[in-house]
């Protein structure tokens, strides 16, 4: 996607320095465009940990960099299964959440382990990150592509009315390598000239919605509205929203969805106001060993993100504090949506129920097995 103009992927290779990748950080968005390079394991997992980056893609595709990393800090092969295990375990230990990371990290040990030398075992992790990062695209595309139609045939009902459409968090590009989950429906609808509006929730605590939806939406000129978390039912019960498309971190086989906190919320709201509320996810996010979502592991953050908000005062960005200083304060990142308010999921090989039925005809040849990193 383009920002000021400029094409841009979320995460690139530098094009001077194969031993560099860059990313967008996305913790000074959108009031400071900046591009940081990470160098090494220890940057990578920082990325992911501190959300330089974000969105369960991205942060698969930072960890198959990661492994790459690591195949570059160790100068013979004494020792270097272990150095890799290590460098694994120290990318996986970052967000537990988003199954990207472990899928990620699972194929590059698989793919390093069958080169022999160190050099091919270099040059295997550079192409297998690689090719993560440019399947995503893709796969992110027909996400957008399969999604098209549930927005075109709105559209049509309403005589070519502004579809508005809720989203909750970022499943925008910028939580991919490009196109995004949710939002590659939107932006292919908005590019073939249908009328939509984006209704951008804020997303507290980290304001992903607000900081980052609205700033790509807005850089693609995509008509949108930022409101805090808790209007989504109103809209709904007002007839102001048309449908609801959001991203998920991890989805069972079975079709329960782990997304950012709120997102079951929102759920019961459509549920409640007969409005289609649908997932957006590549199957690189589904589990494919879970049966149960409230089995998914839920990562609780720092409280701070919670007591403290940050933003632009004047000229600078800066952070105050909420709440007052005695009060505790808990920060769980995701909740679980079951599958049973879920309308269906919008993949790359296209769209399903959301259950075990569902997902097996649109994936048929998965496991429910796979390999320990």
Not at 243 to 253: E, K
Not at 285 to 292: L, P
């Amino acid at each position: 996607m383009k920002i000021n103009g400029k094409a841009y992927h979320s995460i690139w290779l530098h094009p001077e320095n194969k031993q560099i990748v860059q990313i967008i950080d996305q913790r000074f968005l959108p009031h400071q465009f900046i591009i940081k390079d990470l160098k090494s394991v220890a940057d990578a997992a920082f990325a992911i940990k501190e959300m330089l980056v974000r969105g369960a893609p991205l942060i698969g595709a930072t960890a198959a960099y990661g492994m790459y990393f690591a195949t570059l800090e160790i100068d013979s092969l004494e020792g270097i299964d272990t150095h890799l295990k290590n460098a694994a375990q120290q990318l996986l230990a970052t967000r537990p959440t988003a199954i990207n990371l472990q899928w990620a990290l699972k194929r590059q040990s698989q793919a390093i382990a069958n080169s022999a030398t160190l050099e091919g075992k270099r040059a295997t992790a550079l192409q297998t990150a690689q090719d993560i990062c440019s399947e995503d695209v893709e796969i992110c595309r027909q996400i957008g592509l399969h999604g098209l139609p549930l927005i075109e045939a709105i559209s049509k009902q309403k005589k070519g009315a502004a579809v508005n459409i809720l989203t909750h968090c970022n499943a925008g590009w910028i939580a991919t390598v490009d196109w995004g989950t949710a939002t590659s429906p939107i932006y292919q609808a908005h590019n073939k000239g249908i009328e939509v509006h984006v209704w951008v929730d804020e997303t507290r605590p980290r304001n992903q919605g607000a900081r980052l939806t609205a700033w790509e939406l807005g850089e693609h000129g995509i008509p949108h509205t930022v409101i805090v978390d808790n209007v989504g039912g109103h809209l709904m019960q007002h007839g102001m929203v048309d449908l609801c498309i959001v991203g998920t971190d991890r989805t069972t086989y079975t079709g329960d969805v782990a997304n950012k906190i709120g997102t079951y919320l929102k759920a019961l709201a459509a549920k409640d106001n007969a409005v289609p509320f649908y997932v957006a996810l590549p199957s690189t996010t589904i589990d494919w060993e879970i049966q149960d979502g409230f089995t998914i592991p839920i990562e609780q953050r720092n409280s701070q993100e919670v007591t403290h908000i940050q933003g632009l005062h004047q000229t600078e960005i800066a952070q105050v504090q909420l709440t007052p200083n005695n009060s505790p304060a808990a920060n769980y990142a995701f909740d679980v949506t079951p599958a049973r308010l879920v309308t269906a999921l919008i993949t790359e090989r296209g769209i399903c129920e959301a259950s075990e039925a569902g997902i097996a005809k649109l994936f048929p040849q998965k496991q429910l097995t796979s390999p320990q990193i």
